[in-house]
């Protein structure tokens, strides 16, 4: 028998059911991967734009970009509000919308400090909405990354 005459039908029927398990986890595992590859390079490349537009803001801990709710405290703190406000995120739904709300008002004042126009802003706003959600996403990407790297 050489390999040319390998043929899946001829395999006892536990081997066949053995091969289609493991192509499924083997498909589970790659895709996994990739969805952690690709947050993983949405996290780093958000981390460095905050880090960045905290330096040019001369904001005094522009490291706290790298930790995620420090970095939710950072950008409440570029736009005047007490970084103590991230512990409303303790109060289930209306925390939640209230610091939702003042992240809106903080960016827009962050932006407008970096002499972009305020109301792109909303575009993080925009994430919520069905449909919207992804295309938004890219948009507030791409916004942050205009106010770290070009100059107004």
Not at 97 to 108: M, P, R, S, T
Request: net charge positive.
């Amino acid at each position: 028998m050489n390999i040319t005459d390998f043929n899946l039908e001829n395999l006892p029927p536990y081997w066949q059911e053995g091969l289609l398990v493991g192509n499924m986890l083997l498909l589970a595992i790659i895709l996994t991967m990739i969805v952690l590859v690709v947050f993983l390079g949405i996290y780093i490349y958000e981390s460095i734009a905050w880090q960045r537009i905290g330096r040019n803001q001369k904001y005094r801990c522009p490291w706290m970009a790298w930790i995620p709710f420090a970095r939710l405290a950072m950008r409440l703190e570029m736009g005047r509000f007490h970084w103590a406000l991230i512990f409303l995120l303790l109060i289930p739904i209306l925390g939640w919308i209230a610091v939702f709300v003042l992240e809106i008002i903080a960016l827009w004042r962050i932006f407008e400090k970096a002499k972009y126009p305020g109301w792109l802003s909303l575009s993080i706003a925009l994430t919520a909405l069905p449909y919207l959600g992804w295309i938004s996403s890219i948009a507030y990407y791409i916004i942050i990354g205009f106010v770290a790297w070009k100059k107004r």
